[in-house]
């Protein structure tokens, strides 16, 4: 398959365990960011997304967690699985208009 | 079923040919962009569109061009003029309003020999 990153920071963790991954924004001027997860060879698939009024928001076994004071978010992950395993990018729009800016993304692996 | 369609998958060219990159959505969306993946980095933006026959540079156009004569598709081509051309292109589309999520294609892998 695709390799979509071959020096990603990699977050390895036991099946079953909870997985945070986090991401840190410059911009504070954004106002809506989006957690994406990319398997190999494939495109990019929407996990969760988080307006910048808000500082939590949960989906089936994932939590997106924004804290704007130092401009960090984190995609919490439940009871991990095989499957999701894969490369987790955050994606900021930073501007008027839809134009997303990705961060540099995480690789997670899932150890049975 | 509605979605995004990337085509080919994978394609080879020689150096110093323009090859275009097919993005067809049937998903009624306005807007459609195309990023560019290479590995160890994020996607960068290449152009978007906001609606047909108009499209504005992303943060690494240069070597690059797009049409939009149609609202269902947005052709990239990639020019003799792009000095590093190998990598994964993502194309993408969304609704036009402000913040709301992108949908991807599966990708089209470049590699020029």
């Known amino acids: 398959g695709e390799s979509v990153g071959l020096h990603l920071p990699t977050l390895s963790v036991q099946e079953g365990d909870n997985s945070i991954i986090n991401c840190a924004y410059s911009?504070?001027?954004?106002?809506?960011f989006i957690w994406y997860k990319q398997e190999s060879g494939k495109g990019p698939q929407f996990i969760i997304d988080?307006?910048?009024?808000?500082d939590k928001r949960q989906g089936q076994r994932v939590t997106v967690l924004l804290n704007k004071t130092v401009k960090h978010l984190s995609l919490q992950i439940a009871a991990t699985q095989p499957g999701d395993s894969a490369v987790y990018f955050c994606?900021?729009?930073?501007?008027?208009?839809?134009?997303?800016?990705f961060g540099g993304g995480t690789r997670v692996l899932v150890k049975p | 079923d509605g979605g995004i369609t990337q085509s080919p998958k994978y394609l080879f060219r020689k150096e110093g040919q323009n090859v275009t990159l097919s993005c067809e959505q049937n998903?009624?969306?306005?807007?459609m962009y195309w990023y560019r993946q290479d590995p160890g980095q994020g996607l960068r933006l290449i152009y978007y569109?906001?609606?047909?026959?108009?499209?504005q540079k992303g943060d690494i156009a240069e070597g690059y061009s797009v049409s939009r004569e149609k609202k269902e598709s947005f052709p990239l081509t990639v020019t003799s003029a792009q000095k590093n051309p190998t990598a994964f292109y993502l194309c993408?589309?969304?609704?036009?309003?402000?913040?709301?999520?992108?949908?991807f294609g599966q990708g089209t892998r470049l590699t020029v020999v």
């Open positions: 993408a589309s969304s609704m036009r309003r402000d913040n709301t999520e992108a949908f």
């Open positions: 911009n504070s001027a954004s106002d809506y």
């Open positions: 988080i307006r910048s009024n808000m």
């Open positions: 994606a900021e729009n930073r501007a008027a208009g839809n134009k997303l800016t």
């Open positions: 998903l009624n969306h306005d807007a």
């Open positions: 569109s906001q609606i047909v026959n108009d499209f």
